[in-house]
């Protein structure tokens, strides 16, 4: 994830027609833009599922969408959709294949943004601070690994939020 964002300056070599390369980029940013929530709800509904054992199919539905809502956009209405609305957490294949497991993928994509951070405002110390890191491996815990390439293991609102600020701003510069 980190190497497709410290690449993204070069992306014209694959995208040499400008409006593809601008297509390209806007819809990587939105990407990460749109995971994030989505991982929080999964991973929220996830822990609500496990820690209620013996809920019914109902109670279920009613938690997901209690769930999925503060999440979700505020542009799509469900009226008349409810049912699917309901069950839309299916297609999230890690709750069944590898349980607690999509938590990582945001964990990953915050750290490959602030990787990407550190590299636009200092590519030298960026580029040493994401190779430190790939030379770590998996032989230290994440937050070893987080500390080597310059990155604080930080996950509260006021992190996400400076970080997600430069995203925007990052895509703004695409538009």
């Avoid at 790939?134 to 230290?140: A, M």
């Amino acid at each position: 994830m980190s190497m497709e964002l410290i690449s993204m300056d070069q992306w014209d070599i694959f995208f040499p027609d400008q409006n593809e390369l601008k297509r390209a980029k806007r819809q990587h940013l939105e990407g990460i833009i749109e995971t994030l929530p989505w991982v929080a709800t999964i991973d929220k509904f996830q822990h609500w599922v496990y820690e209620n054992p013996r809920h019914s199919v109902a109670e279920r539905r009613q938690q997901w969408v209690r769930i999925y809502e503060p999440f979700s956009d505020r542009v799509t209405d469900w009226s008349g959709l409810e049912k699917y609305e309901e069950y839309i957490w299916q297609k999230q294949l890690h709750l069944y294949e590898v349980p607690f497991y999509y938590i990582e993928y945001g964990i990953a994509q915050l750290g490959a943004v602030a990787v990407w951070k550190n590299f636009k405002e200092d590519p030298k110390k960026g580029l040493e601070g994401y190779l430190n890191a790939l030379k770590l491996g998996y032989t230290q815990p994440i937050r070893q690994i987080y500390e080597a390439a310059h990155v604080p293991f930080d996950f509260s609102a006021a992190y996400i939020t400076q970080l997600m600020d430069f995203v925007r701003s990052e895509l703004e510069k695409v538009k």
